[in-house]
């Protein structure tokens, strides 16, 4: 287990950048909630204690932690994806099940949590009619856009998407990032339930594998503010995402249990 202290998910953390970020700009360490809360509930908390801009600050530190985290630092090599070609077998088969495969030329696409859209690239290439990406960190936001130059970026929070028209995205898709930190599931799915059109489908996904330092393989995933990795805890998350789909009155969900990450997919 000491192994995977040395993963890019132990070694860089989102709770410490925030909590680093605040501190540089004047917070307090009596002013920081005990445990690490939602993003709302961060701001409610900071302001409570007096901290000026409370929301702006925030953001800001949300940005950084995310930007050190992943930009020019995190890639599918340094993950489970550099071991098989598999993911993208299992995204084309979901496509495939939604009729989409072959016509994403003709859709108008939504991916939240972009990244650098590294992966956007090898699961969809230049198959769109229109693109959007969307992340909280901007740098990466810029990598995303030289290689999409054709894409509208946003930097905008996955529940927070008032840029976007209602019922105006084909296809909705988000990897691995329904289990950040901070995340707003029920407030990104409202989201999602209000951009997606009338015929639209959505694709998401949940981490399920960690890769220590000598490249050992491991199911499951580190709940937040933890040292371990719980085999059950990305099921505890895509429960969440379920219900909230649920909620929305999504009737066909379905779920692909894939060997690296769980598939949530659905269609109005």
Known sequence: MDNFNNSIYFTSRISYNVKYYLFQNGVTNDQLPHTVISKQGLI???????VDDASVLVNSALNYAFDKKYFKYYSIEKDVHEYSDEWITDFHSILKKLNLYGKLNELAILNV???????????????????YLVD??????????KSFPDSKVLYTNADDLSDIADNSIDLYLSFRTYNSSFFNIEGS???LNRVLSDNGAAILSIPNGYVDSDGNFSHGLKPHSKDYVDEAYPFEIT?????????????????LNSFYEIYIYITR
């Open 44 to 50: 409610d908390h900071l302001s409570s204690q007096g």
């Open 113 to 131: 949590g972009c990244n650098d859209a590294t992966q956007m690239e090898k699961l969809i290439g230049r198959n769109f009619k229109e693109l």
């Open 136 to 145: 909280i960190g901007i740098r990466s936001l810029q990598l995303a856009k």
């Open 189 to 191: 799915i409202s989201e």
């Open 239 to 255: 429960g969440f995402i379920v219900y909230y789909l649920s909620k929305c009155d999504f009737k066909n969900i379905c779920i």
